[in-house]
């Protein structure tokens, strides 16, 4: 692959192996470059999706569009990351999504997260599993849950409970409602803090919304004509303006 500044690749397409050479900076350590996206102390600077640290920058695992956040205020760092039209879900670590039970094996169940291999959950990973109160999950039930395992030499594993124990609105999804499936990158969109298509569908009547970071969206209005109307302005929404989006609910 090839070495370039990373600040010199931003908007362009970087491809798998690429190395993104980043500015030495004497006095701070090769820690300073924390993986993940959360809270960044200032100067920090975050390495996120399709990115890995290396000696020199950041190595490029997926293919795509490199992008950069630069950090509020005076500060230096910010945030380098690759926006990746990505198709086939990869799980990651505390994702939450929803799987199709396929299987009972003894004491683990087997679902299909929409990636290259199943997953899997026990049943003990449910609030207030035990040996003898066991959930009632049957193969084709859709599961809420997220990875507490998923990396590329283990099988991904999911649980529907917290740190604490609690389901946190994890668990077995409703029999009734429309399950449908989006592009990764509008999931994105849709769970961002205060999104605006979120807000604007609520006001048209009540239901229920799942969205699973692995590209799959489950929805339940009061009858099946709200259900499939706010499922295709759902789907539609990712090829639409703001303005376009307006138009169509207030038809």
């Known amino acids: 692959g090839r070495r370039e500044a990373a600040e010199a690749c931003v908007g362009q397409v970087v491809l798998p192996g690429d190395v993104l050479l980043l500015p030495a900076h004497p006095d701070e350590d090769g820690e300073r470059l924390r993986l993940g996206a959360g809270a960044a102390p ?20 997926k293919c795509g569009l490199l992008r950069h956040r ?4 005076a500060a230096a760092g ?15 670590k505390g994702d939450h999504v929803i799987g199709i039970v396929t299987a009972k094996a003894g004491d683990v169940f087997k679902l299909d997260v929409g990636g290259s291999e199943q997953a ?10 035990t040996k003898r109160n066991r959930p009632n999950v049957q193969v084709g039930d859709l599961v809420y849950g997220q990875f507490l395992v998923a990396n590329k030499d283990m099988e991904p594993e999911m649980v529907c409970i917290d740190s604490s124990g609690r389901s946190s609105g994890m668990g077995i999804i409703g029999q009734d409602g429309f399950l ?16 605006e298509i979120i807000q604007e569908l609520s006001q048209l009547y009540p239901f229920e919304l799942v969205l699973g970071m692995n590209g799959r969206i489950w929805v339940k209005a009061k009858t099946v004509q709200q259900t499939l109307i706010i499922v295709n302005i759902l789907e539609a929404c990712e090829y639409m303006t703001a303005e376009q989006r307006k138009q169509a609910l207030s038809l």
């Open 42 to 61: 200032r100067g920090r600077l975050l390495c996120g999706p399709g990115l890995r640290r290396c000696g020199v920058g950041l190595l490029v695992t």
């Open 78 to 92: 910010g945030a380098y990351w690759v926006d990746s039209q990505q198709k086939r879900y990869v799980p990651v």
């Open 70 to 73: 630069r950090a509020g205020g």
């Open 120 to 129: 899997s959950l026990s049943y003990l990973a449910f609030e207030g599993a």
């Open 180 to 195: 449908f499936k989006v592009s990764l990158g509008l999931i994105r969109k849709l769970l961002a803090p205060k999104c």
